[in-house]
């Protein structure tokens, strides 16, 4: 029983004994650790607090562009701090960054698709054919951009339908903005009958572009006659209005126009052709 007990004992004594070798070697060390990753993390906090109102400051730096610094300048204080942390150990860090090297190739190898992803993101970021908000037609989808990640760009169509798209699909490919310029040309086609008077409808077009605020009047309105087809004079009609208004001056001055020819008695002819019958005799 006594032997049980002072084995028990020695047990113990060794174990403290570990303990408080351990807490002499390392303690400095563990202390120092805890110093350089809280110090670490409160600089990489006012580096992206920094960097924001930095980018703010300067003008064309959309508020996409400047999240992104922001994220990649925290990113790379707390990337020191880790390798500081290491250092404090005594790790070889100049191995550690070989090892980590090789194995961020080995992964962009098996990622690339991803890592083209990533590259698109930042490029989109870097050059911004588009922003937030704006309406574009790019990558095989038309929307509106709600939001630019390093990874994928989020659409909103006109019916609300969410839509994800890889960034390489988008850089790889050719983007229309229909947001970019402060104003669009909204093109018309309104066909005539060929007994109708030509001069007459222009006129009665003119007036209802002239009638609508939305229609610029620089450049003014342009009409003409761009076709004489199978059974229509068609009239070339190209209006200038605010690039928000387009879809309003479209609708509204179609209609205005079709009512505008009722009244004045110009018809819109529709596709007729005549069928001649004959008899079995050939009569």
């Not at 924001?52 to 300048?73: E, I, N, P, Q």
């Not at 050059?127 to 990874?151: C, E, N, S, W």
């Amino acid at each position: 029983m006594e032997s049980s007990i002072a084995t028990v004992e020695s047990t113990v004594q060794e174990t403290i004994d570990l303990i408080v070798s351990i807490v002499t070697t390392y303690g400095l060390s563990v202390i120092g650790a805890i110093a350089i990753l809280i110090i670490g993390w409160i600089a990489a906090g006012w580096v992206r607090s920094g960097v924001t109102k930095a980018l703010k400051r300067v003008k064309g730096v959309d508020d996409m562009l400047t999240g992104f610094f922001a994220s990649m300048a925290r990113y790379a204080v707390l990337a020191f701090t880790i390798i500081a942390v290491l250092d404090q150990f005594g790790v070889e860090t100049t191995s550690l960054i070989a090892v980590f090297g090789a194995a961020g190739l080995a992964i962009g190898l098996a990622l690339q698709g991803t890592l083209s992803n990533v590259a698109a993101g930042v490029m989109l970021l870097l050059f911004r054919p588009f922003k937030v908000g704006d309406y574009i037609d790019g990558g095989g989808v038309a929307g509106t951009v709600k939001d630019v990640g390093l990874f994928i760009t989020e659409f909103s169509t006109p019916d609300n339908v969410k839509i994800i798209v890889p960034n390489s699909q988008l850089w790889g490919a050719s983007i229309k903005n229909f947001s970019a310029n402060p104003t669009r040309r909204v093109d018309f086609v309104f066909g005539i009958g060929y007994g109708d008077d030509i001069d007459k409808a222009m006129a009665v077009i003119r007036q209802v572009a002239e009638a609508d605020a939305r229609v610029h009047k620089d450049p003014e309105p342009f009409i003409v006659v761009g076709n004489l087809g199978d059974s229509s004079v068609d009239l070339t009609t190209r209006l200038w209005c605010n690039a928000g208004d387009y879809w309003g001056v479209k609708f509204d001055v179609t209609k205005a126009v079709k009512q505008a020819f009722d009244r004045e008695g110009v018809s819109i002819p529709f596709p007729q052709r005549d069928v001649h019958l004959f008899k079995a005799d050939g009569s």
